[in-house]
């Protein structure tokens, strides 16, 4: 059996931090070598360097995504530690719609909530049900449930929907799973109604946001423990810029804000905690007299599209595909397809002949390409950064296209021309 060296363990892991933020020290190797083992066999690589080096050269970013896949933890369940839910039922919610309802005339009212790190969607259905069973008429609201995470895998089931007995026995009432679930062979998958009101998208938290607009509520549970202390503040700085004024955060039950120096205060609510940018205080708000009741405009809406019911699209960002059966985490290589009408295209759910196709496509590599000469993993780790930090820069630049086919030079024109623009514009 192939033994991690400290070498791979440390190239590996900065590796791994550097595209997903999820810190593995030395300390950590036995989880390296034990979860990315499977890869080796899956992709013809001898030893975890040979992984190193063919995830470096494999353009099609198939693999980078599976180690992040392999590595993360994607432990959830329903209604998981329930104090989040009783905080948004109780305190949360009732408070925000009354002073909405104060502020905005529009009907329907628009609420959205963000489940970010979501795994394969639980958390984002928890919050559905719960409104579900709290706004009797969801019609007078406008709910926009966005689930997002780093993984492909989870965001492909957690868009279907579906479950196994094992799933909907963790948190899930029996009241709920007959009233909000439909029975599908030995599984179960969520109601239309429910599934309606969520949205999914592929975000990994540690870089940029694309353009979500602004949420009301925010849940980010159990995810920010495995980055680092700085990347953990800068994503909390980060969600500040996209949570409304009066906003509410949710952390996991062993997380916390305190010690960073960020601009949240946390409100304590019977058992629960949330926390709500400083200086918001619903006591001393001044909510405007229903004389000076107007429309105020809402932020922009995010790109991402709705999951209509009745048809089964998932759109990841610039990336629609059409999901047709869910995805088991534990058998994500072959996934027979049960619906005769359209075949999953998800990039990351491979079929049998996908993971073929790509060792096939490693074997067409040479020897040379696939294992540059053997200067040191940790300089080719360097190269790995810097590469990564161009191919960044060049997305951003082409908003999206593809990489290389400009040249560098003139996308940076670009962008300098476009900043040139904006400030000119402004
Ligand atoms: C333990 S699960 C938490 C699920 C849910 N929030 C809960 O509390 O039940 C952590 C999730 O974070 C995701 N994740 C890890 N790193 C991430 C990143 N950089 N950006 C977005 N999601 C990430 C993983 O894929 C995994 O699904």
Known sequence: MQKITVEEIKVLGEYIHGISGIVLDHSKGYLIE????????????????????????????????????????????????????????????PELIDRRRQQYKPSPLPLRIWSAAC????????????????????????????????????????????YSKFEVNRGLSKHYLHKYFNQVGSEWRIKDEIRAMTQFDKINLLKPFPEVGKFDIIFCRNVAIYFSPSDRSKLFQKFAHVLEDDGALLLGGSESLSGMNLPFESNNYLRGIYYQKKGWNADTHNTPSSAEQKTLPRPASPIVHKVTPGTKPVIVRNQPVQIK??????????????????????PSAPTTPQVERETQAGKTL?????????????????ETKRTEKNRLIDKQTTDGTSTGKKSRGSLLATLAARKKKKEKDT
């Not at 997002?148 to 957690?158: E, G």
């Not at 059966?325 to 998800?346: D, G, H, L, N, V």
């Open 34 to 93: 034990s979860r990315l083992r499977p890869l080796l066999s899956e992709t013809g690589c001898k030893t975890f360097s040979d992984l190193f080096y063919k995830t470096r050269s494999d353009s099609s970013g198939r693999l980078k995504y599976k180690i992040i896949d392999a590595i993360s933890t994607n432990e959830t369940f329903f209604f998981r530690d329930s104090t989040p839910f009783e905080l948004l039922r109780n305190k949360i919610l």
């Open 119 to 162: 795994s394969s969607g639980q958390e984002v259905y928890s919050i559905a049900m719960t409104l579900k069973e709290m706004l009797p008429d969801l019609r007078s609201y406008n709910i926009t449930i966005l689930g997002s995470d780093i993984s492909d895998t989870v965001i492909a089931q957690a868009s279907y929907g579906k």
């Open 325 to 346: 059966e869910a995805i088991p985490k534990s058998k994500p290589a072959s996934t027979p397809s049960q619906s005769s009408s359209k075949a999953s295209t998800f």
């Open 366 to 382: 040479t020897a040379k390409q696939e294992k540059p000469p053997k200067k040191s993993l940790l300089s080719a780790l360097q």
